[in-house]
């Protein structure tokens, strides 16, 4: 069972074989896989709990409905977990509140059926066999709410939402790892030999492996031991409603393709949000993310274009019905996250840049981040490797980071 505690002089650790900076999902995720891969494991996380910044932010939806074979892979495999979680911590009925109620991608495009139908046959074709094609006809068959403009989607039963904070939490406790909260990490220890230690406010802790999983900042702590990280940070903001008989209970994740724009039932009301509805600029990480209240009106607004019960609900809402909040998404040129190891300094290694999908990602990501602490996966193997951008292969994404 792991251990989550402020440490004193006397609980504070002088050596560990992994450091895990970050004591979000990822985090949380590797020390899971690193503790049951036998290695004593110490997780350092400056603020009072886990899970705490961007994972708290997060709308905690997930999907395989992605275009490229990695991606689908390491979606499949972190849902394959969230589907046997108790089992896989080895807590009995252990719950992370996990709704499969399917993905929707909508759109209104004259050529969506078209478009649409082509993407469904390459997902097909690169192991995503059960996401479907739907006519308009057949979205409002499944879906009456929707829109007589919607022209066609695509959809996956199997891809849903949970709670990112009991997914963390069920990881911390299945875990074999130390927690040590209230601890910041304030210098990165490099030897001739590498890696050789973390210097925190409460001490220093000698290691030969770290794993850097710290969220927005992850870049500025890469900074502490020589290495730079390709890594944007941009606001995002979402918000919760509360209970409103409109809301349809039964409704999947939908997502209008053309927008972005997104929303999803959340206990009584929903969850809402579209990355595009502010223009974001760039930034430092922050650990209090501002809100704009002009936000969730303009995301009301755009979501009643293709679902227009959204205007029965707009117009009855109040202040108080509305939960706005902001996180940080962590981007890299190609939005695929950075996995393995530093090339430059030994023994330091990325669990970084999932572009809004960390929590989907997070068994997989991490345990793949430990396959390669323990050479069962060879990094040259990796997909997700820190060389891919020096030697150019990154292709950068053009296409909208939609949730
Ligand atoms: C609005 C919004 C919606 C999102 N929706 C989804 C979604 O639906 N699905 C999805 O998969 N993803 C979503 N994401 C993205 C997801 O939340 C992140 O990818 C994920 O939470 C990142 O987890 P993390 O552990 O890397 O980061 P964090 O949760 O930020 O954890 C990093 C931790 O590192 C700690 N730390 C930083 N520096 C130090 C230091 N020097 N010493 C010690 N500790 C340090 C921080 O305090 C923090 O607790 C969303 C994000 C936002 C903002």
């Known amino acids: ?54 994972t708290t932010a997060s709308e905690e939806c997930f999907r395989a409905q992605f275009s490229e074979p990695e991606n689908v892979a390491m979606m499949k495999a972190s849902i ?17 509140g996990l709704h499969q109620q399917g ?8 050529d969506g059926p078209e478009r649409l139908r082509a993407q469904v046959a390459h997902q097909r074709s ?23 403009r919607v022209t066609a989607a695509t959809w996956r039963a199997k891809d ?33 030999q590498g890696v ?45 409603l509360a209970p409103h008989p409109d809301i349809p ?40 993310v501002p809100t704009d209240w002009t936000f969730p009106a303009l995301v009301l607004e755009e979501v009643m274009k293709l679902a227009p019960f959204w205007e029965k609900v707009a117009a009855s809402l109040k202040r108080e019905d509305v939960f706005l909040s902001a996180g940080q998404y962590t981007i890299t040129p190609d939005h695929k996250p950075i996995l393995g190891p530093y090339p430059d300094v030994p023994g330091l290694f990325l669990n970084v840049g999932y572009s809004g999908h960390g929590v989907m990602a997070s068994p997989e990501g991490s345990r793949y981040v430990v396959a390669m602490i323990t050479g069962e996966t060879r990094p040259e193997d990796n997909p997700f490797c820190f060389e891919r951008f020096a030697r150019g292969e990154v292709v ?7 949730i």
């Open 1 to 54: 069972m792991g251990k989550i505690f402020i440490p004193d002089a006397q609980t504070f650790p002088s050596q560990a074989e992994v450091i895990i900076i970050g004591g979000g999902v990822l985090g949380v995720a590797t020390a899971f896989y690193a503790s049951k891969a036998g290695l004593d494991t110490v997780v350092l996380e400056m603020r009072d709990s886990l899970a705490s910044l961007t």
């Open 80 to 96: 394959a977990v969230f589907e046997n979680f108790a089992d896989v911590i080895g807590i009995p009925g252990y719950n992370i």
């Open 103 to 110: 993905y929707l991608f909508f759109t209104a495009d004259p």
């Open 126 to 148: 690169i192991g995503l066999d059960d996401v479907e094609f739907w006519t308009g006809d057949e979205v409002r068959h499944h879906f009456p709410w929707a829109s007589p």
């Open 160 to 192: 849903g939402w949970l709670s990112a904070h009991e997914l963390t939490y069920g990881f911390a406790k299945g875990s074999d790892a130390r927690f040590l909260l209230r601890t910041k990490v304030t210098n990165i220890v490099v030897d001739k």
């Open 196 to 240: 050789a230690g973390v210097e925190t406010n409460r001490g220093t802790i000698a290691t030969r492996t770290v794993v850097i999983a710290a969220g927005p900042f992850s870049g500025k702590v890469a900074q502490l031991a020589g290495a730079e990280l390709p890594l944007t940070i941009l606001r995002r903001q979402k918000f919760i």
């Open 249 to 288: 209970q039964d409704a999947p994740m939908t997502i209008d393709l053309g927008s972005g724009a997104y929303w999803r039932p959340e206990v009584g009301g929903a969850a809402l949000g579209w990355a595009d509805a502010l223009p974001e600029q760039p930034a430092e990480p922050l650990e209090r």
């Open 396 to 402: 950068v994404s053009t296409e909208k980071l939609v």
